[in-house]
């Protein structure tokens, strides 16, 4: 079945580590998205990309990196620079950058040690 | 610049009974809506969307939307609970260009009580 795959579902991260939450679809979509989820709270946009090897900050970029290398694959780091990282982490595609439908992912919930 | 209110951060209701969930956006061009299903711990499902046309919109699971431009609202309604509804929901607003750059509401937690 076509999906998107968001590993691992918990992650933990230790004061000044660098975290990669991974990010795979099979949907042959174009573009891929992070979100950040707070409880209690909408979804916020971090990264963005409509093409490969190409990629956009959100609205709330900073601390946070990503790539593009394959289709396929949008992981984000969340590094030391994050200093409020604790949060789920929502990884969605949608066939077109133009194309309405958003697919997401199961989420990984990241917590700080 | 665009925005969504859901007023309402919890809602309960009677299985059986009307679920109308509420949504109020703001965007400076014409606006694509969207309402989203969210699980516990699991991603969002698109429910319904409104794009162009027909302002009734149906969606999934009984749901269905009505965008009201003069009121800028996009409220979901479903005519009867089921105890399977009860989950979390979100309006989301974006411009036609990119929805992927949707703006999120804060949610809104359905309750649905037997």
């Known amino acids: 079945d076509g999906g998107i795959t968001q590993s691992p579902k918990y992650l933990f991260r230790k004061e000044g580590q660098n975290v990669t939450l991974s990010c795979e679809q099979n949907l042959n979509h174009d573009a891929m998205y992070w979100y950040r989820q707070d409880p209690g709270q909408g979804l916020r946009l971090i990264y963005y990309s409509q093409i490969v090897n190409d990629f956009q900050k959100g609205d709330i970029a900073e601390g946070y990196s990503v790539s593009r290398e394959k289709k396929e694959s949008f992981p984000l780091t969340v590094t030391s620079a994050q200093k409020n990282p604790t949060a789920f982490y929502l990884c969605?595609?949608?066939?077109?950058?133009?194309?309405?439908?958003?697919?997401f992912g199961s989420g990984t919930q990241l917590s700080v040690l | 610049a665009q925005s969504v209110t859901q007023l309402g951060s919890h809602v309960s209701v009677s299985e059986g009974a009307l679920v109308l969930l509420r949504c109020n956006y703001s965007?400076?061009?014409?606006?694509?809506l969207f309402w989203y299903v969210q699980y516990p711990n699991q991603g969002l499902q698109l429910l319904l969307k409104y794009t162009t046309g027909a302002t009734l919109v149906k969606g999934i699971n009984g749901f269905e939307a009505e965008f009201k431009k003069s009121e800028t609202s996009f409220h979901l309604t479903k005519p009867s609970a089921h105890m399977s509804d009860a989950a979390e929901y979100f309006c989301a607003v974006s411009e036609p260009t990119n929805a992927g750059k949707s703006t999120f509401g804060d949610g809104t937690t359905l309750t649905v009580k037997p």
């Open positions: 965007s400076s061009v014409p606006p694509y």
């Open positions: 969605a595609s949608s066939r077109r950058p133009t194309n309405e439908k958003l697919f």
